[in-house]
């Protein structure tokens, strides 16, 4: 056993397996990809990294399966999908997925690609300690019972980053129980609402929940969740840094010689350099926090039913058209449709007398939360500082939206 000095967990205690996976080259890459990515821009001391994290999911994941029902064989799996749930990531994490996604028709969770790599070391990692990479594939990407574990919407993933987000940025609104939450975590065999049944060594066929009494604990975390999105990872400053990330590396991949692959294997600062030198007009301001300024900000009720709809080819035709009519360049005008709101933790599944229900119908505190994330929604155009009157008066033109 190999302990591991950790900010948020104390001593996070690594096995055989994990040890070595550690010592990859595709984990050792984790050092150099922020968790926070622009979020950083906001809060100087989010310097913290996914590699850190992946050793606190790989903490979690331990301390939840010594109370649960798998054999030792599916444990050892689940630790190393929780180690590993990460690798995937590209530079500067969330903010490059959706031009990885449009450009490879792969998330992040996807690893299948990471397992059969050419250079194979976490694959021959993983077959040395005599484990299945394809089943640790298949338990990132949160299949199976036990896979919701590490991928679901009581996943160990998100107890970690909202502890340590919170601790890294200094704010007190990701505090959760984990440790109650690791605890309580119970595999319900039934895949109904009927009550608990037997499960398998394995975790098969089987749904992740909460045991009897933690309808609050379950609050607790979507609550956490809710004010993190508020305050931290939705902050318009990150918004407004990651929208142009985004076009940078879409010029990026449009005007180099990289691949996509080659893309997702960088690491945050081979990514920043690359911009800096091939799309300069973006990559110098994100380096130097020179950032575009809101010329929009509409709420949910001021913005059409078909823009708030509006996919990336729509997104892109509108940043074009409002450009055009502001008589400035394409490159100067950002359109930012996040996706509808939501909270995904809310249909994760708690006991209340006895029967399986998802946390939406037992408890009353989500009709709130989901109508405080309706609230606080936000279509965005963003363009340099001096032209923002203009680009107001053209954006509200071209999509038929209000400011507020």
Not at 148 to 165: F, I, K, P
Not at 303 to 311: H, R, Y
Not at 362 to 378: F, N, Q, Y
Request: aromatic content about 4%; proline content about 3%.
């Amino acid at each position: 056993m190999k302990a591991i000095k950790d900010s948020v967990h104390d001593y996070v205690t690594l096995d055989a397996v994990a040890a070595d996976l550690v010592d990859t080259p595709a984990f050792q890459r984790l050092r150099h990809v922020k968790q926070l990515s622009t979020v950083r821009l906001v809060f100087p001391s989010a310097n913290h990294t996914r590699f850190e994290h992946s050793l606190g999911v790989y903490h979690l994941a331990s301390q939840a399966l010594d109370h649960l029902p798998v054999d030792d064989d599916t444990a050892a799996h689940v630790r190393a999908a929780a180690l590993l749930h990460d690798a995937g990531h590209g530079p500067y994490g969330h903010q490059t997925e959706r031009v990885i996604r449009r450009a490879t028709g792969r998330d992040h969770d996807q690893i299948g690609w990471l397992l059969t790599d050419p250079e194979r070391e976490v694959c021959a990692t993983l077959e040395r300690h005599g484990l299945d990479p394809e089943r640790v594939a298949a338990l990132v990407a949160g299949e199976g019972g036990v896979g919701q574990l590490v991928s679901g919407e009581l996943d160990v993933d998100r107890m970690d980053y909202l502890v340590r987000d919170a601790h890294h940025t200094g704010v007190p609104y990701g505090t959760i129980d984990h440790g109650r939450l690791v605890r309580e975590l119970r595999l319900d065999g039934t895949g109904g609402v009927d009550g608990a049944g037997d499960v398998d060594g394995a975790g098969r066929d089987a749904d992740l929940v909460l045991a009897e009494g933690n309808v609050a604990t379950a609050e607790s975390l979507l609550l956490a969740r809710s004010l993190m999105n508020a305050i931290v990872y939705r902050h318009h400053v990150s918004r407004v840094a990651g929208a142009m990330l985004e076009r940078a590396c879409e010029r990026y991949l449009a005007v180099s010689e990289t691949t996509p692959e080659e893309f997702r294997r960088m690491a945050d600062h081979d990514l920043l350099v690359a911009l800096r030198e091939t799309v300069p007009e973006l990559g110098r301001r994100i380096e130097r926090r020179d950032l575009y300024k809101r010329a929009v900000w509409a709420s949910l009720s001021d913005v059409p039913a078909g823009t708030v709809d509006a996919d990336h080819e729509a997104e892109r035709a509108a940043e074009r058209e409002i450009a055009d009519e502001a008589g400035l360049g394409p490159a100067q005008v950002i359109v930012d449709v996040p996706s509808r709101p939501g909270l995904k933790e809310s249909s994760s599944s708690v006991v209340v007398d006895g029967v399986v229900q998802r946390l939406e119908d037992a408890s009353e505190l989500v009709s709130g939360l989901r109508a405080a994330e309706r609230g606080r929604w936000r279509l965005g155009v963003y363009c340099p500082a001096e032209h923002r009157e203009t680009v107001e008066r053209a954006a509200r033109d071209v999509l038929g939206v209000g400011t507020i």
